[in-house]
C-alpha cells in the first residue's frame, strides 16, 4: 500500500524551528518529485515546497523562501522540511505529496504546526 | 500576483450536474497551467481527482471530469451524490517549479 506519513509537528514559539519528516513506503521514492502543501485553520490550502527526485533542484512559496528547507533522505524514503524563524502566520497542518505530472498525487494525513507564545 | 480564482460556493441537487471554474485574476488558463484539482472533507486530507487539465486519478469515477471551458478550467460533477459535498480545489502550475492554489469551492449537495 502506497503512504505517506507525516510527523514532527508541535508547539513552537514565535522564532523557533521545527524539523517535519514524512516517511514513505510502498513504492519507490527515490524515483518521484516530492511537495510539502500546508493548510492553515479553516483556511485553504497553499504549496510550499517542491524537490526532485534526486535532491537536487528545489523551490519555495515566497513566504516561505530563505526560512524554510527542503531535503530528503532517498535510503530511508524519507522527506523533510526545515523549518526556522517561525511565525504565527506558519500555524497549519503541513501535509506532504507525492508529484505526478506537474500536480499532486498521493498525500499523507498532515502533522500540524502551531506557533505561539 | 497572479491569483487563482474560485467561486467560494456552489449547490447542486442530487443526481444533477455542476461545474466548478478555476480562473486567473489575470489571464486566461490553458493546459500549460498543468490544471489540476483536489477534493477535500473536514479533517480529511485532500484527494486528487484530476490532473494535466482532463485526467482522472487512479480510482476517480467517471463522474468527475476535467476541461478547459473558455478562459478557465473547470471541474465539472455529473449525478451528484451526498458524499459530493466537500470543499474543492485547483491548482495551477505556475512555471519555474511554482504552484497556486485556488481558494476553494464549498460544494454542497441539497
Known amino acids: 500500500e502506497v503512504q505517506l506519513v507525516e510527523s514532527g509537528g508541535g508547539l513552537v514559539q514565535p522564532g523557533g524551528s521545527l524539523r517535519l519528516s514524512c516517511a514513505a513506503s510502498?513504492?519507490?521514492?527515490?524515483?518521484?518529485?516530492m511537495h510539502w502543501v500546508r493548510q492553515a485553520p479553516g483556511k485553504g490550502l497553499v504549496w510550499v515546497s517542491r524537490?526532485?527526485?534526486?535532491?537536487?533542484?528545489?523551490s519555495y512559496a515566497d513566504s516561505v523562501k530563505g526560512r524554510f528547507t527542503i531535503s530528503r533522505d532517498n535510503a530511508k524514503s524519507t522527506l523533510y522540511l526545515q523549518m526556522n524563524n517561525l511565525r504565527a502566520e506558519d500555524t497549519a497542518v503541513y501535509y506532504c505529496?507525492?508529484?505526478?505530472?506537474?500536480?499532486?498525487?498521493?498525500w499523507g494525513q498532515g502533522t500540524m504546526v502551531t506557533v505561539s507564545s | 500576483q497572479t491569483v487563482v480564482t474560485q467561486e467560494p460556493s456552489l449547490s447542486v441537487s442530487p443526481g444533477g450536474t455542476v461545474t466548478l471554474p478555476c480562473g486567473l485574476s489575470?489571464?486566461?488558463?490553458?493546459?500549460?497551467?498543468?490544471p489540476s484539482w483536489y477534493r477535500q472533507t473536514p479533517g480529511q486530507a485532500p484527494r486528487t481527482l484530476i490532473y494535466?487539465?482532463?485526467t482522472r486519478s487512479s480510482g476517480v469515477p467517471d463522474r468527475f471530469s476535467g476541461s478547459i471551458l473558455g478562459n478557465k478550467a473547470a471541474l465539472t460533477i455529473t449525478g451528484a451524490q451526498a458524499d459530493d459535498e466537500s470543499d474543492y480545489y485547483c491548482?495551477?502550475?505556475?512555471?519555474?517549479?511554482?504552484?497556486?492554489f485556488g481558494g476553494g469551492t464549498k460544494l454542497t449537495v441539497l
Open positions: 489575470s489571464g486566461s488558463v490553458s493546459t500549460t497551467y498543468y
Open positions: 494535466n487539465a482532463n
Open positions: 524537490i526532485s527526485s534526486d535532491g537536487s533542484t528545489t
Open positions: 510502498g513504492f519507490t521514492f527515490s524515483s518521484y518529485w
Open positions: 491548482v495551477l502550475y505556475m512555471g519555474s517549479g511554482n504552484w497556486v
Open positions: 505529496a507525492t508529484s505526478n505530472s506537474h500536480a499532486f498525487d498521493i
